[in-house]
């Protein structure tokens, strides 16, 4: 397990914002995951032990899991997954739409979300495309779950 | 440099720290070696949360760098390591398991004791599949009873003494009383007791107003939570600790039980300033049910079991409980909070034995309620099963339904299968190169039918709330997983019985096979029973704590002259 740079770039933060905010969008005339600043918590978690994979055990061999249940096999770690998929998205955004992820029209970006989700999108192998989606997914919910739960 | 002991106790979670403190109190001197070292922030309140408030706090977890286990669901499988622990916690600190758990204070019921005969009388022999290995206990309730009392009296436990029909008689009332009227019921209660099922206050070691037990320490009660937490850290190690009899090593990582074949001699630990052996007159493994087993394992103590000749001990009737929700749904634009305000109910109807008719399951399903809340153990938003999982769906729901239920949650006993069990892993180890143990664990036919029957039961009654959706639940995962947090209630591994065959340790918890040796804990358990596993390994520890200092007593350090190996013959208690 290698230890991810906890310091994230103005870009990929802006990515992670704008990912995070399509899985809690503005709803009703309420603020989305952008506008409740959640991607500020979702930094501080990425720089935690668990999400840096600091408690995690390291031995080899690294094998892959034969059946469902085996959890994180991965020698990376959940951070490092999330900067990887940080930066699929942004190829992915570049190759298809000619631009970066941020700024890509909200139905263009929910779209990629929904290659996460349903496993379809092919630019990720570690993390896989779902495993991608359940990672953006545990971020918003322990940022917002530390930021007092709002709806 | 410590180099004897009179006893040594390895582990300082309850177990360890009920013994430590019993033995001190009878004059004995104890050496407790702990892995961890006493957690900061823990107060007389017991809740240890993290800077952010969260609780438990994770240096109260074992990091998993340091000791995690393998998995595998079957034999034959290539197992693999858990390499974040998660689906349960191991202590790592001062207080083990002890200092981050619930709190949850039910007694087994009488027939959970007496597993098998209660399913064949009720059921005939026909109701055991060929695998399950289900078994009575080497002794009663009424033989724990007086130390579920002791126990629950150290630990401060509220509850409502008489209000569950189906619990054996009490020799005491719990120490703080609650009245069942005073527990806000919802609509809930009322359904239950409808669809006849017997709701009462769930017992739990805390307490919303200040108490003392009886070695005279003081539990507060937690601002946040509104009420205390009992852990060995507040309830019995600074009264062990005060007799100035007991020597608490924290950092001291156990690596064997030194023996000659015939009886214990003391344990060879590792800490900051390298390894060392400590003599001892008295051994005493109280190091969680997994951390017990291994030990033993690892010192070539007892015969390993081999499931394919179901010959061997250490490392049989492994099992756990088996977790499902059943969640009753209200509106929020269509109900006020009052129809999902409910307290925390147990019921014990199906406590140790399926309804009568023709179950499809054996083993008992402790059944717990309450509304539905923010969860120190997921972030999870808590909404109907099959929201929309983000985007717009997902505010809906979150606007609709978040913590706007009642749940029914399942703690269903996982009964012994000849195939689950525990023994050494051949490929991955931990830092100072010793294996990991290996689980071979995964759900059976029978958790499924529990599960899937249990949950039709108790919708009925979450669907005569009033409430506009319920989550039946009822399906478990294809296999075992080890990603979310279930519980952590392993059992089995170093069990007690009558015959050395098949258990690792008498009814008093002594080792068959090498003297001096006692193994306290959930590791004992010969079945996991349904009901939270705490209590219980509360009043095996006190039982324990009897039996050594009658051996203490009896040998006055005089070594008993002996030439031929040992095995001491089976007694019953």
Redesign the interface.
């Known amino acids: 397990m290698t230890s991810a740079d906890p310091a994230l770039t103005d870009s990929t933060r802006e990515i992670l914002a704008d990912l995070v905010d399509r899985l809690f969008p503005e709803h009703d005339g309420r603020p989305g995951a952008k506008d409740l600043g959640l991607i500020a918590v979702v930094a501080a978690r990425l720089r935690s032990p668990g999400w840096q994979g600091r408690h995690t055990y390291a031995g080899g061999p690294y094998l892959p899991a034969p059946e469902a249940g085996f959890g994180w096999q991965s020698p990376l770690s959940p951070t490092e997954s999330v900067l990887r998929v940080a930066r699929a998205v942004d190829e992915w955004a570049v190759r298809e739409h000619g631009q970066g992820f941020v700024g890509l029209d909200h139905d263009v970006q929910d779209g990629l979300v929904r290659a996460l989700e349903d496993g379809s999108f092919a630019g990720l192998d570690d993390p896989a495309p779902r495993q991608a989606f359940e990672l953006l997914l545990s971020l918003l919910h322990e940022a917002r779950s530390l930021s007092g739960r709002r709806r | 440099m410590r180099s004897r002991a009179e006893v040594v106790v390895v582990g300082a979670g309850w177990a360890g720290s009920i013994i430590t403190a019993e033995l001190a109190a009878a004059g004995h001197h104890v050496t407790v070696l702990e892995r961890g070292t006493w957690p900061a922030g823990a107060g007389p309140a017991g809740f240890v949360t993290d800077d952010?408030g969260r609780w438990p706090s994770?240096q109260l977890t074992e990091?998993?760098?340091l000791e995690?286990y393998t998995?595998r669901?079957r034999s034959g499988?290539?197992s693999?390591?858990?390499?974040?622990?998660?689906?349960f916690w191991a202590g790592s600190t001062v207080g083990g398991a002890g200092a981050m758990w619930s709190g949850f204070s039910p007694r087994f019921v009488p027939d959970s004791f007496r597993s098998r005969s209660a399913h064949v009388e009720a059921f005939g022999p026909s109701i055991l599949r060929p695998d399950v290995r289900l078994v009575d206990w080497p002794l009663t309730y009424a033989d724990l009873e007086p130390d579920y009392t002791r126990f629950e009296q150290v630990a401060g436990v509220s509850g409502a003494s008489g209000a569950d029909p189906f619990a054996g008689p009490r020799s005491a009332p719990y120490p703080v009383e609650v009245a069942p009227d005073s527990v806000d019921a919802g609509p809930w209660v009322a359904a239950a007791r409808r669809h006849g099922l017997h709701p009462y206050p769930r017992p739990v070691a805390g307490a919303g107003v200040e108490t003392v037990n009886h070695y005279g320490l003081t539990r507060a009660v937690d601002p946040v939570r509104g009420r205390s937490l009992a852990t060995p850290l507040n309830s019995v190690l600074p009264y062990a600790l005060g007799t100035g009899r007991v020597d608490l090593v924290e950092g001291a990582r156990v690596r064997r039980v030194l023996h000659d074949g015939r009886r214990a001699t003391g344990v060879r630990y590792v800490d900051a300033d390298g390894e060392h052996d400590l003599e001892a007159e008295v051994v005493v493994l109280a190091a969680w049910a997994l951390g017990n087993t291994r030990l033993l394992l690892m010192s070539d103590v007892g015969r390993p079991y081999d499931p394919e000749t179901e010959q061997g001990t250490v490392g049989r009737n492994h099992a756990n409980h088996v977790g499902a929700v059943s969640t009753a749904w209200f509106d929020r634009s269509r109900h006020d909070s009052s129809a999902w305000r409910t307290g925390a109910w147990s019921m014990s109807d199906l406590a140790a034995l399926p309804e009568a008719g023709r179950p499809d399951y054996v083993g008992g399903a402790h059944l717990v309620a309450g509304s539905v809340g923010?969860s120190d153990l997921s972030?999870?938003?808590r909404i109907p099963v099959g929201s929309p999982?983000?985007?717009?769906g997902?505010?809906?729901a979150?606007?609709r339904y978040?913590d706007a239920g009642v749940q029914v949650g399942l703690l269903g006993e996982v009964v012994p299968h000849r195939r689950r069990h525990l023994d050494l892993d051949p490929?991955?180890?931990?830092p100072w190169g010793d294996p990991l143990l290996r689980i071979t664990f995964?759900w059976d036919e029978n958790e499924r039918s529990m599960v899937r029957s249990v949950a039709r039961r108790v919708s009925a009654v979450l669907r005569d709330t009033g409430a506009d959706l319920v989550d039946e639940g009822g399906v478990l995962?294809?296999?075992?997983?080890?990603?979310p947090y279930q519980n952590s209630h392993a059992t089995g591994g170093a069990v007690m019985g009558t015959d050395p065959a098949t258990s690792v340790v008498d009814p008093d918890l002594r080792s068959w096979d090498i003297d001096r040796l006692w193994v306290v804990g959930a590791s004992a358990f010969p079945t996991a029973a349904s009901p939270n596993p705490t209590p219980t390994v509360g009043a095996l520890s006190f039982r324990a704590s009897r039996s050594i200092r009658r051996h203490l007593e009896d040998t006055e350090a005089t070594d008993p002259p002996s030439d031929t190996p040992h095995r001491r013959t089976p007694r019953r208690p």
């Open positions: 952010d994770r990091d998993a760098r995690t998995m669901h499988q290539a693999l390591p858990i390499r974040r622990l998660n689906s923010p972030t999870d938003p999982r983000w985007g717009a997902l505010r809906t979150i606007d978040e490929t991955f180890r931990d995964d995962p294809d296999h075992y997983d080890v990603g």
